[in-house]
T-cell receptor, first 115, second 113 residues
Framework: DAGVIQSPRHEVTEMGQEVTLRCKPI?????LFWYRQTMMRGLELLIY????????DSGMPEDRFSAKMPNASFSTLKIQPSEPRDSAVYFC?????????????FGEGSWLTVV | TQLLEQSPQFLSIQEGENLTVYCNSS?????LQWYRQEPGEGPVLLVT?????EVKKLKRLTFQFGDARKDSSLHITAAQPGDTGLYLC?????????????FGKGTKLSVKP
């Protein structure tokens, strides 16, 4: 079975440019998460959706970040305009249900470098 | 302040050695998970522990949940280069986003042949 699919795997962009990261969750999973990972801060939740509806976006750093989930099989995370401090690995993840005992399945990540 | 403190932050050992890494908190949890993240990949669940004092084994990996359910340890016997990776502990965010997991910063393990 296909896991969580993210694209692009690597992106290098110039400061000020728009960046769009894409995610296809595992079919049948009701929850979709966007995480960001850096050496300094570790894995941080940016936003998560339940049945395509954003539930908690308190982790989104600022208005430059936005996320959408137009249907159950697709989500985007957009950064506009991008800044060097946005450089990180962005993970999309999905899970079939809520709760701390639940397994969250991660994609392979999108490695973003903003120069 | 991090909810979950993991130690050590980095660990470099030779193949065949034993090691233990720790995940500590001042909070009590109903369950705790361990994930392993290999270089260039996303984290993958290893185990979930739910009962205070519980011990679970996964081949050469032994996981223990503290009696008070505030901490956990992961012991690896006879480490192999394939064990190299970032080991993350995680708990459910019951106080905030119900669907979310909160992760520690991890222990980065390097096993040299």
């Amino acid at each position: 079975d296909a896991g969580v699919i993210q694209s692009p795997r690597h992106e290098v962009t110039e400061m000020g440019q728009e960046v769009t990261l894409r995610c296809k969750p595992i079919s049948g999973h009701d929850y979709l998460f966007w995480y960001r990972q850096t050496m300094m801060r570790g894995l941080e939740l940016l936003i998560y959706f339940n049945n395509n509806v954003p539930i908690d976006d308190s982790g989104m750093p600022e208005d430059r970040f936005s996320a959408k989930m137009p249907n159950a099989s697709f989500s985007t995370l957009k950064i506009q305009p991008s800044e060097p401090r946005d450089s990180a690995v962005y993970f999309c993840a999905s899970s079939p249900r809520t709760g701390g005992r639940n397994t969250i399945y991660f994609g392979e990540g999108s490695w973003l470098t903003v120069v | 302040t991090q909810l979950l403190e993991q130690s050590p932050q980095f660990l470099s050992i030779q193949e065949g050695e034993n090691l233990t890494v720790y995940c500590n908190s001042s909070s009590v949890f109903s369950s705790l998970q361990w994930y392993r993240q290999e270089p260039g990949e996303g984290p993958v669940l290893l185990v979930t522990v739910v009962t205070g004092g519980e011990v679970k084994k996964l081949k050469r990996l032994t996981f223990q949940f503290g009696d008070a359910r505030k901490d956990s340890s992961l012991h690896i016997t006879a480490a192999q280069p394939g064990d190299t990776g970032l080991y993350l502990c995680a708990v459910g965010d019951y106080g905030g986003s119900q669907g979310n997991l909160i992760f520690g910063k991890g222990t980065k393990l390097s096993v040299k042949p």
